[in-house]
Nanobody
Framework: QVQLVESGGGLVQPGGSLRLSCVASGFLFRVAGMGWYRQAAGKQRELVAAITYGGTTNYADSVKGRFTISRDNAKNTVYLQMNSLKPEDTAVYYC?????????WGQGTQVTVSS
């Protein structure tokens, strides 16, 4: 049974930082491409960062230079380091395979950027 459990969200002021974690189980993590996605209120879910099994990364234009995706295959964990956060980064953040698999969406973790 595949499980993806996100954590690390919270309330942060503009310009602040957060580090999200996603622990995966139930599949061969080390050969899977992974992604971080977000969904803001009233908007469609979007891919913000992806990492291949080999470590190649890709980012949405809106987060380039501010967010960093990484993975630790020994811990079956993918991370999203978010710096210089902006109010428009406010959303629920999810991890999933990349491309995403519909039945693997978890609860997500809320990130709120506000003063």
């Amino acid at each position: 049974q595949v499980q993806l459990v996100e954590s690390g969200g919270g309330l942060v002021q503009p310009g602040g930082s957060l580090r999200l974690s996603c622990v995966a189980s139930g599949f061969l993590f080390r050969v899977a491409g992974m992604g971080w996605y977000r969904q803001a209120a009233g908007k469609q879910r979007e891919l913000v960062a992806a990492i291949t099994y080999g470590g190649t990364t890709n980012y949405a234009d809106s987060v380039k230079g501010r967010f960093t995706i990484s993975r630790d295959n020994a811990k079956n964990t993918v991370y999203l380091q978010m710096n210089s956060l902006k109010p428009e980064d406010t959303a629920v953040y999810y991890c999933n395979l990349e491309p995403a698999t519909k039945q693997y969406w978890g609860q997500g973790t809320q990130v709120t950027v506000s003063s």
